[in-house]
């Protein structure tokens, strides 16, 4: 994989796709480009949200696959579409969060822990819709293994503050997933021993 003079990886991107065929086009010129057999696959559905078009997704993903590529498609939480991406030849997910640049963090954290609940052994990123370190956090004690991050850093006040922000929440979140969090419960329980207490 070609890197840059920084030493960094590059991650060839089909953003702004709307179409099988824009997808596929893109993600070879990226490959011949970049020297890279990786891809972030989008293939966009909704102008207003740009929503995954779920069933352009995994038709591209397909192809590509077959064709070598590596691929990491910008998808949602829905099962049935990670089966299929994943029956098609992909080895990570990437579920939004929320619309990209929205900022709005886990709109749906139900879906996304059903999804990672469903799927223990395969690689999952959110990608899209986090806006605080605090919802990065969320995402890592779930136990996804990595998160997305572009508008929340590029749109700061302070980008290196932020982003060092970030990588502050990710590390404590993924510490807390490996720690297992205690179950929540609907009624008190103390928390501090009453046996042998000197008053009653």
């Known amino acids: 994989m070609q890197e840059t003079t920084e030493g960094l990886r590059v991650l060839p991107n089909t953003a702004g796709c709307r179409t099988v065929k824009e997808a596929v086009t893109t993600a070879e010129m990226g490959r011949e480009v970049f020297g890279t057999p990786w891809v972030k696959l989008e293939v966009i559905g909704e102008d207003d949200t740009l929503q995954p078009d779920l069933f352009g997704l995994v038709e591209a993903a397909g192809i590509l696959a077959r064709d070598g590529f590596a691929v990491f498609p910008y998808t949602t939480e829905d099962l049935v579409a990670a089966e299929r991406l994943l029956g098609v030849g992909c080895e990570v997910l990437m579920p939004w969060g929320a619309p990209i640049g929205s900022g709005r963090g886990l709109n749906n954290p139900y879906g996304l822990a059903s999804l990672r609940a ?51 929440a990710v590390e404590a979140g993924r510490a807390a997933f490996l720690a297992g969090a205690m179950e929540p419960r609907d009624m008190a329980a103390p928390s501090t021993p009453v046996i042998g207490r000197a008053f009653t």
């Open 118 to 168: 469903h799927f223990p052994g395969v690689p999952l990123v959110v990608d899209a819709g986090i806006g605080l370190p605090s919802q990065a956090a969320s995402a890592m004690e779930m136990g996804y293994d990595a998160v997305l991050l572009n508008t929340a850093i590029a749109k700061a006040v302070d980008p290196i503050g932020m982003a060092r922000a970030f990588a502050l």
